[in-house]
């Protein structure tokens, strides 16, 4: 399946010394239906094409990610609030700052 979401993290999860990357993809609502978001199953690799990158999922799905929609909405930055303040204490969870993100995205082509 390929996404084309409207905004994009890459979020860190840190649990026993592993480091695991994901996309957090978000799609804009407007007035009748809020926004959404996916988290997607791990990134196992990345292909730039122009100004986006496609970052492939670990289940085989693809995400376009155009730089320059770095971030989430409110309603989604605080999902993933959420998730930080829901995690075990064992587990690291951070959003990379869009350089960082983008650095990890291009060590991986």
């Known amino acids: 399946m390929k996404y084309f979401p409207d905004r994009w993290v890459i979020v860190e999860i840190e649990k026993d010394g592993t480091k695991i990357h994901k996309v957090f993809a978000t799609w ?3 007035y009748l239906n809020g926004d959404q978001w ?3 199953s791990g990134i196992k690799g990345t292909k730039k094409e122009g100004p ?3 970052v492939v999922g670990d289940s085989g ?3 376009v990610c155009r730089q320059g929609a770095y971030g ?4 989604t930055g605080s999902v993933l609030a959420g998730f ?5 204490e064992s587990v690291k969870f951070k ?4 350089q960082g993100a ?5 060590s991986l082509l």
């Open 72 to 75: 989430t909405s409110a309603y």
């Open 84 to 88: 930080d303040a829901q995690k075990p």
């Open 38 to 40: 996916r988290l997607n």
């Open 28 to 30: 804009l609502g407007g």
């Open 95 to 98: 959003v990379l700052a869009e």
């Open 61 to 63: 799905s693809e995400y």
């Open 52 to 54: 986006t990158f496609v």
């Open 102 to 106: 983008l650095r990890y995205l291009e």
